[in-house]
């Protein structure tokens, strides 16, 4: 049974910063690419940022780049994202997601199989 489990989110000024976590189970991690995405009340799910299966490549949205940072440890079977200079239009719902034999580039919901239960992450003004 596969399992994305993520941690850490919460409440924070804008500007802040946040670290989210997902921990992996039930699947040959080094097989997945790893992504983000997230959903705010009333929008649709969109994709925030993916990472390769060694993770030597990765790739953002535009409304994310030069303030997020994903990455990924295979040996603990865990990704990353770093959020900095936190806005409030970044509050929403964060999805952790896999995909078997992906690049972490692919930006569709559909093509990500496995989905964590999500964390709330909530930037204040």
């Known amino acids: 049974q596969v399992q994305l489990v993520e941690s850490g989110g919460g409440l924070v000024q804008a500007g802040g910063s946040l670290s989210l976590s997902c921990a992996a189970s039930?699947?040959?991690?080094?097989?997945?690419?790893m992504g983000w995405f997230r959903q705010a009340p009333g929008k649709e799910r969109e994709f925030v940022a993916g990472?390769?299966?060694?993770?030597?490549?990765?790739y953002y949205a535009d409304p994310v780049k030069g303030r997020f940072t994903i990455s990924r440890e295979n040996t603990k079977s865990t990704a990353y994202l770093q959020m900095n200079s936190l806005k409030p239009e970044d509050t929403a719902v964060y999805y952790c997601v896999a995909q078997l034999w992906g690049t972490g580039r692919s930006t569709t919901v559909s093509e990500y199989k496995y989905w964590g239960q999500g964390t709330q992450v909530t930037v204040s003004s």
């Open positions: 039930g699947l040959t991690f080094n097989l997945h690419a």
């Open positions: 990472i390769s299966r060694a993770g030597a490549n990765t």
